[in-house]
């Protein structure tokens, strides 16, 4: 509210000064409040000119996404085909959550604590094998399971999220009963909204929701043209929809190159800019200057063209202008020795804001690293995929395996060695399994190996989780080193023979060099 300006009192010269002087102490009294509003706790919440451009928003992550989830979802896919970085980072993402083979079943049935049941456990890696090759687990055929993981961990980081329909019975085509069918996320109609009403729920970007927020179904786009848009519902039973959640009550997911997405695409822009310019000074090499503009008759008349003069250079040759003629000779700016650290800059920011990312990986710039620092970085990498093969598992291979065990065991399609079905009444004793993710080699061998004998020597770790550690199964290489010794033995070698190590060498005498002289 503004401050009213106090009449002058006639006559009173003292009380229209007083008056002023108690008006001049409001109106510092209100700038001070004022100030002291604008001036928050935090320094990043304060309002001034500094800050004008910074836009702050109070919505909801709902109301954000219904305005931008589809322009984000498109520009991620316009950079995966245009820009190679970001076609990398995809790259890098599919590799490092899954590799070349899908997470590993590893079934840990028991008949009592201690006693591992062997026949079921075979019988269920044995089926799940089965399934997931291509034709069995996806109704199309187009994808094996492994194929379709490294789908989903693609779409995931591109898209954000993931539609996959669940085909039972005899839909499903196969012997087990059950198949998946990966569905573009454009299918989910974005644009579909609605508020509660009595009996009616909510949808939200295509969700739809009951009181607490659950989904309850999903509203797919029936067609693709703006003027005709009707929607197909489709219940949460037959629907997988997955992403990585960021802010409580979100329902629709982000793409995880979100917030690189800008300096991805001006660091291409700018590179490619740099490239042309660099290019159109090397074609360039100068202009003639004439008094009326008209080209110069240099060199030989082209055969191809009319009036056109081809000028050729060679050691060693003078060549003279004609009367009036100039040369301006094009000096370009690129390369420039600024371009460089600058767009390496531009391309380590990029590179803060994508999971799992390291510069030297992204960029392939290995120049400027040395041993320690290219292992921080691999470590800490590894650290970030970790925890992506927990969110993996808990959102795709958990719901997956469940109902494909248990439509499985109600067709009987585990089978014992003896051709007998597992019992499904026993579906509870079959369900104990893991996960056996990708693995990485050790970044210095040598040095990880001697730790990794030290620590089982002092049972601070097992041989089972640095062969997890490795992406093995501590089976696995039990049965190799058995097959490994029966063969040995069939063909009359003996391994003990063999050395466990290099041989050192003797260390050198120091006076050899004595008695030689």
């Known amino acids: 509210m503004a401050i009213q300006p106090i009449q002058p009192f006639k006559g009173s010269v003292i009380l229209t000064e007083f008056a002023e002087k108690q008006r001049l102490a409001r109106e510092a009294k209100a700038r001070r409040e004022h100030s002291a509003q604008m001036s928050k706790s935090f320094a990043a919440a304060q309002l001034n000119r500094l800050t004008s451009t910074w836009r702050a928003t109070a919505e909801r992550i709902d109301d954000e996404l219904r305005n931008d989830l589809d322009a984000l979802r498109h520009r991620s896919r316009s950079l995966e085909n245009n820009n190679d970085y970001a076609r990398n980072y995809l790259d890098i993402v599919e590799t490092n959550i899954i590799g070349d083979t899908a997470p590993r079943l590893i079934s840990l049935v028991d008949n009592s604590p201690g006693s591992p049941d062997d026949g079921a456990r ?28 490294q789908a ?48 009616v729920n909510a949808v939200v970007t295509g969700v739809e ?21 009707s929607t197909e519902r489709v219940e949460t039973g037959t629907v997988l929809h997955r992403f990585k959640m960021q802010r409580p009550e979100q329902k629709r997911g982000i ?46 008349a082209a055969s191809d063209e009319d009036g056109a003069r081809i000028a050729t250079s060679a050691p060693g040759t003078w060549d003279t202008l004609p009367d009036g003629v100039d040369v301006k000779t094009v000096d370009s700016k690129y390369p420039n020795e600024v371009f460089a650290p600058f767009i390496k800059s531009a391309h380590q920011r990029m590179a803060s804001g994508l999971p799992g990312a390291s510069y030297p990986e992204l960029c392939n710039d ?50 014992l060695d003896n051709g ?52 093995r199964d501590i089976e696995d290489v039990f049965d190799e080193l058995q097959s490994e010794a029966a063969l040995a033995e069939k063909y009359g070698i003996d391994l003990a023979l063999m050395p466990n190590s290099l041989p050192v060498p003797p260390p050198a005498d120091p006076n050899a060099s004595i008695n030689k002289e």
């Open 122 to 149: 075979r019988a269920i890696s044995n089926a799940w094998a089965e399934w997931g090759k291509r034709g069995n687990c996806e109704i199309t055929g187009q994808y094996s399971f492994t194929e379709l993981c």
């Open 152 to 199: 989903l961990a693609r779409c995931g980081a591109r898209d954000g999220e993931c539609l996959v329909i669940i085909h039972r019975g005899k839909p499903a085509g196969n012997a087990w009963g059950f198949a998946l069918q990966l569905l573009d996320i454009d299918r989910l109609a974005t644009w579909y909204n609605r508020e509660a009403s009595a009996g």
């Open 209 to 229: 929701i009951d009181s607490v927020g659950k989904p309850v179904a999903y509203h797919f786009s029936r067609g693709r043209r703006i003027d005709n848009r």
């Open 255 to 300: 793409p995880w190159m979100h917030a690189s997405m800008l300096s991805m695409h001006y660091a291409g822009e700018f590179a490619l800019s740099a490239l042309m310019a660099a290019k159109h000074g090397a074609d360039h090499l100068g202009f003639f200057v004439t008094p009326d503009g008209s080209a110069p008759t240099l060199g030989d």
């Open 366 to 415: 290995y120049e400027a690293v040395n041993f320690s620092s290219i292992r921080a970085a691999v470590l800490a990498a590894r650290d970030v995929w970790k925890k992506y093969h927990v969110w993996f598992a808990d959102a795709w291979l958990e719901p997956i395996f469940a109902d494909w065990l248990r439509l499985s065991l109600a067709k009987g399609a585990i089978l």
């Open 420 to 471: 007998s079905p597992l019992p499904i009444a026993k579906a509870a004793k079959f369900a104990a399994h893991a996960w056996q993710f990708r693995g990485w080699s050790w970044v210095d061998p040598l040095k990880d190996v001697q730790t990794a004998k030290e620590a089982i020597a002092l049972r601070i770790t097992s041989r089972s989780r640095i062969a997890r550690e490795q992406g």
